[in-house]
């Protein structure tokens, strides 16, 4: 279903373009914001415009989030009506994790893991307390971080390896057979396979992804998963020329990798075995990463043979609901005018109340 505007008044939306500049300049006093400012130092928003939107571009990110007065959802509307313009001249190949250039990577579920535990940049030690200290300009200058002594070990093998030794977690399997299902170019259908859920869910809004995955460990999903490994590093993006016919690196960029362990008691074809759930990101969204894993497995209910009882493990409401631009263009556009539709409803309502009191007036008294 599609809504289109109502044209209004010309000079009243030209002002209203004025208004907003004037906002989002602020006060001309105050230097203005750079977009290397708010690539740099609001990162981690940068991060999550550019997973949402679908574009891994931190310039153009920046660029969103200083137009929409770093509103997110704003942001991240922007960034995609961008990218609808943009020609694809490549499909890029599977990216390869396994050689990420690792700078942060735990596991929840071995102390001891081949290549170590790199604690990296996290917030999950820090304390929830205000640092009044960074309200003061240019105290950060002589803050540096201790190097490790020794190299990373570059292999890192999979912790999720390890347990698929032993036969004891079930196999990645081969998502990728025949054509992948791109949910930029073709419309949602159902049941939808893994491919589109993936999609889907990398694109979905982290507030609402977040909600529904806390909601499956509450009860509402019958998960409790363990992280069997969480990544964050760079990746080669690489595609293959049709006139050389070999791969070649075009970029890199970062990304967060999270592979969840869950418990599957096993069923008629499948013995009691742990199962994965699955999530990427672009940049460093482990919140979002996490969940798009709780969510992932949540949605593999039918395909495992679970009742499916919970909202988490519906495709047909997680899917469609979790598109934070297509929820933010209907609640939005609640906004606009209504004129019509809201007289025709007085009229039809004052009719009824007339037809009421009149039969009401009719009734014999008691």
Known sequence: MSYVAVKGGERAILNSHKLIAENRRGNRELSELSLDHISEQFSLAVDRVMTEGSVYDRKL???????????????????????????????????????MTVRRRVSATF???????????????????????LSAEGNDDSIEADRAEEA?????????????????????????????????????????????????????????????????????????????????????????????????AIAEITVTECQTINQFMGSVKKPPQFTRGYGLTFGHCERKAISMALIDRALRAPELGEDVRYPAQDQEFVLPHTDNVEANGLISHFKLPHYVDFQAELQLLRRLRTEHDAAKSQEPNQ
Do not use: C, W
């Open 61 to 99: 990110a920046a660029l969103a989030l200083k137009q929409a007065q770093g509103d997110a959802f704003e942001a991240i509307f922007l960034l995609r009506a961008f990218r609808t313009t943009l020609p694809r001249f490549a499909v890029s190949e599977p990216i390869d994790t396994s050689k």
């Open 111 to 133: 102390k001891d893991i081949p290549g170590g535990q790199v604690l990296g940049p996290t917030y999950d030690y820090t304390h929830r307390l205000l640092d009044f200290s």
């Open 152 to 248: 990373l070990d570059p292999a890192m093998p999979r912790v999720m390896d390890i347990l698929d030794d032993e036969g004891l977690v079930e196999g990645e399997g081969d998502h990728g057979v025949g054509e992948v299902f791109d949910l930029t170019r073709q419309p949602m259908s159902f049941p939808a396979g893994r491919d589109q859920r993936l999609q889907n869910l990398a694109r979905a809004d982290e507030g609402f992804l977040l909600g529904l995955a806390y909601s499956t460990t509450r009860g509402y999903g019958g998960a409790h998963p363990f992280v069997g490994e969480m990544r964050l590093g760079e990746v080669l993006v690489e595609i293959v020329p049709e006139d050389l016919g070999f791969p070649i």
